[in-house]
């Protein structure tokens, strides 16, 4: 375990910003981890570093939590349990299970990050939340050393929400995530438009979770950039729930306006939608912009500040305000 000075977190986080740590250090192990914080308590975790925005330089110790491998630990007729460290990638670890045949998390697939995050905004696609395949997650408490497992109840998930980015947000480091996957008769969700237009195109009538994966993977590749391609953290905001009053006005001016449901007076509407129509999508303001296929997303395109980034951000919800009265929240990670 080696303390470094000064390191570049470009590498490590998917919007590419260029901001330094003062001190870095990159654990492999639990046991490693536990013995760090016996003496350190100021940290910066980066796993995956693709749900956050680096506003300036990190002056506490930046952990680089790299702990990798997979158990499957019981099976019973259908189910298995899997669980998997924190350090795997989110993708690799998808494919990785659906190469063993075991399903849940195909409609996951090419979720930038790493497994540690994946509880944390409760990542969702296609018609899946995380929180659907999560049996449990093990944390170490910051303060004490102290191994934690939380139920899948306790995580307390929500719409790209959980108890680690509420009460317990930086008080605990997630060392491995357990998930409850099927293995025979899977459950599959292809009720989302487009991923049934893919597997239409391929003439797959019975898909299997493979081919829900690919027509995924798919479907991903033409909407969202690559962040080995171009910065960007997927969905910078979260789509904005209203109540049936507030949708009607809106809707009498745009009738075409794409909604759902979620309860008898909750209509969420894409933040997408509203970037666009407020004129955003494909804008590029020096190197940071909102990208051409997804205005849900912003991009870096190479050398963007994180101040810059949030600069647009705050633009966008500015203009989103004025033109429909809604205000949208950021979901990504803010790191000042
Ligand atoms: N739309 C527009 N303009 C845009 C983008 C979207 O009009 O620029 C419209 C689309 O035409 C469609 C609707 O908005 O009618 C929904 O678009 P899409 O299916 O792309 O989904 P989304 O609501 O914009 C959410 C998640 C994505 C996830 C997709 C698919 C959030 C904040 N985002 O986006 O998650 O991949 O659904 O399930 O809920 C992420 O969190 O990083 C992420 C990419």
Redesign the pocket.
Known sequence: MKIQHNISLKQYNTFGIDVNAERFVEITSVMALKTLLATEKDLFIISGGS?MLLLSDIKKLVVLLNIEGIIIQETQDNDVFVTANAGENWHDFVLWCIDQNYGGLE?LSL??GNVGSCPI?N?????VEVKDTIHQVTAVEIATGKTRIFSNEDCDFG??NSIFKNELKGAYIITTVSFKLTKTTHQIHDG???IQAALKENNITEPSIKDVSKAVIA??TS??PDPKDIGN???F???PVVNTAVFEKIQGNYPSM?FYKVSDDNI?I????L???CGF?GKRYGDTGV?K?????LVNYGNATGKEIYALAEKIQTSVLKTFDISLDI?VNIVR
């Open positions: 749900n409609n979720i930038p905004q990542i969702g696609a296609y018609g719409y790209r989302y438009g487009a479907i991903r909407k969202l953290s997927g969905s905001f979260k789509n794409p969420k894409p933040a997408g939608w970037i666009e129509t999508k990208h296929n997804q205005a849900l997303v979901e």
